[in-house]
Nanobody, 115 residues
């Protein structure tokens, strides 16, 4: 079992930046990929970015060049640096940790971008 706690959401003006953090605890040695997903108002949850234990990253096209995912294996943490935020980035952002046979989710943190 993996527990995830996110922080760093908030309200920001368009063009601004935020940094999300997610810390994992529990059976952390089993985690391979960690990532961020988001669900906007009236939308389905979508992938934002993922990073493997070896550092390979993957991004949604809508955030490429603006968001950067990073991982600190020593701290069991994953981060999402979000720059040049747009109103369409408004969503609840959730951290996910994947093992061979399961995915654990954090409680989510709200990001609101106003124009």
């Amino acid at each position: 079992q993996v527990q995830l706690v996110e922080s760093g959401g908030g309200l920001v003006l368009a063009g601004g930046s935020l940094r999300l953090s997610c810390t994992a605890s529990g059976i952390i040695f089993s985690i391979n990929t960690m990532g961020w997903y988001r669900q906007g108002p009236g939308k389905q949850r979508e992938l934002v970015a993922t990073i493997t234990s070896g550092g390979t990253t993957n991004y949604a096209d809508s955030v490429k060049g603006r968001f950067t995912i990073s991982r600190d294996n020593a701290k069991n943490a994953v981060y999402l640096q979000m720059n040049n935020l747009k109103p369409e980035d408004t969503a609840v952002y959730s951290c996910a940790a994947k093992t061979v046979d399961s995915t654990s989710w954090g409680q989510g943190t709200q990001v609101t971008v106003s124009s």
